[in-house]
């Protein structure tokens, strides 16, 4: 674990962020980016409380005791303000930065620095980002925003050149393993859930302790399964089911992209990097199938997919173009 900030990994990101704090030369903005679950928002709000601590143990440290370290884990102290929309996958809308907008503009009420953490901002609409830009340009010097994302290609350039931008990276998978054994894993299934990660630690512990999690996995790469060999017409009957929830369509697109990219991978002789291992006699049967030029249009088009079910196409004529766009087998 970092040292006094009790993160697994990143210690390059957190290094630099306690030496702003200890120098007092922070950025007015803060860009955290990569995949969900790496810990964006951990190391995020562990800078929030580096930043606002009342009694620091050392120059960019924090106590984790006083009671605006104890506000700011709980995501209740009146000095941070969280913006999101209102469920992953959602849309963050204007009202809310505007609401943001007039907040910032106040004092500090309780800590030195007044805080606003906008999470997942790829899902702000173009009116919500127009507006943050806004903020900003004109938010006071005791204001810090700090800002989480998939990647910054997927924002406004002008807001990711006022951020200091932190480019945070998965874990090695061994690493990933040895937190999940001293959370109390067995050895088998800190290997899984570790690969299944791809090296996000905060997935891996969320497989870990969400059995649901799991066994939505399990029943949608068991559908994928069931679906090669099906008629079109089964396929449209799945396809208009998988529609009706945005959310769980997203996630299991997820789910069986991840179990091509295996089988892409077992195709190209780079079995050691799959992530479904156990999965491992589909992915083999799967690859001597199919061409890696199978697999990889396929890929392709789940990105594809992915990207298109972010911008509100039409989710059923999408499943459909997915689904029969599978090989029979």
């Given at each position: 674990?970092?040292?006094?900030?009790?993160?697994?990994?990143?210690?390059?990101?957190?290094?630099?962020?306690?030496?702003?704090?200890?120098?007092?030369?922070?950025?007015?903005?803060?860009?955290?980016?990569?995949?969900?679950?790496?810990?964006?928002?951990?190391?995020?709000?562990?800078?929030?409380?580096?930043?606002?601590?009342?009694?620091?143990?050392?120059?960019?440290?924090?106590?984790?005791?006083?009671?605006?370290?104890?506000?700011?884990?709980?995501?209740?102290?009146?000095?941070?303000?969280?913006?999101?929309?209102?469920?992953?996958?959602?849309?963050?809308?204007?009202?809310?930065?505007?609401?943001?907008?007039?907040?910032?503009?106040?004092?500090?009420?309780?800590?030195?620095?007044?805080?606003?953490?906008?999470?997942?901002?790829?899902?702000?609409?173009?009116?919500?980002?127009?507006?943050?830009?806004?903020?900003?340009?004109?938010?006071?010097?005791?204001?810090?925003?700090?800002?989480?994302?998939d990647s910054p290609e997927g924002l406004l350039p002008t807001i990711v050149s006022r951020c200091e931008v932190i480019?945070?990276?998965?874990?090695?998978?061994?690493?990933?393993?040895?937190?999940?054994?001293?959370?109390g894993a067995e050895k088998e299934q800190a290997n899984l859930l570790a690969r299944l990660s791809g090296g996000r630690?905060?997935?891996?512990?969320?497989?870990?302790?969400?059995?649901?999690?799991?066994d939505f996995r399990r029943e949608k790469l068991d559908d994928l399964g069931n679906l090669l060999p099906a008629s079109?017409?089964?396929?449209?009957?799945?396809?208009?089911?998988?529609?009706?929830?945005?959310?769980?369509?997203?996630?299991?697109?997820?789910?069986?992209?991840?179990?091509?990219?295996?089988?892409?991978?077992?195709?190209?002789?780079?079995?050691?990097?799959?992530?479904?291992?156990?999965?491992?006699?589909?992915?083999?049967?799967?690859?001597?199938?199919?061409?890696?030029?199978?697999?990889?249009?396929?890929?392709?088009?789940?990105?594809?997919?992915?990207?298109?079910?972010?911008?509100?196409?039409?989710?059923?004529?999408?499943?459909?173009?997915?689904?029969?766009?599978?090989?029979?087998?």
């Open positions: 674990m970092t040292e006094n900030w009790n993160l697994l990994g990143h210690d390059w990101a957190v290094d630099m962020l306690r030496q702003h704090v200890a120098n007092r030369t922070m950025r007015h903005a803060y860009l955290f980016t990569g995949p969900p679950g790496l810990g964006r928002r951990t190391l995020a709000l562990a800078f929030v409380r580096s930043l606002n601590c009342s009694a620091p143990p050392a120059p960019g440290a924090f106590c984790g005791a006083c009671r605006d370290c104890r506000q700011t884990a709980a995501m209740q102290h009146p000095d941070l303000h969280i913006i999101q929309a209102e469920k992953e996958g959602g849309i963050l809308k204007v009202d809310q930065i505007r609401e943001l907008r007039k907040s910032v503009l106040l004092s500090p009420y309780q800590a030195q620095y007044r805080i606003a953490l906008l999470l997942r901002f790829q899902e702000a609409n173009p009116n919500a980002a127009n507006a943050l830009l806004k903020t900003l340009e004109e938010a006071p010097k005791q204001v810090i925003l700090l800002l989480t994302a480019r945070l990276r998965p874990l090695p998978v061994a690493r990933v393993a040895e937190n999940l054994l001293a959370r630690p905060g997935y891996a512990l969320r497989l870990l302790e969400d059995a649901d999690a799991l079109r017409v089964a396929r449209f009957a799945y396809a208009e089911k998988l529609a009706k929830d945005k959310d769980a369509f997203r996630q299991t697109l997820l789910l069986w992209l991840s179990l091509w990219r295996d089988v892409m991978l077992r195709s190209a002789g780079e079995e050691n990097s799959i992530a479904n291992i156990d999965r491992s006699d589909e992915i083999e049967r799967l690859a001597s199938q199919l061409t890696l030029s199978d697999t990889r249009k396929i890929v392709v088009a789940l990105e594809k997919g992915l990207t298109q079910l972010k911008q509100n196409l039409n989710a059923r004529l999408l499943a459909e173009v997915i689904l029969l766009d599978w090989p029979y087998l």
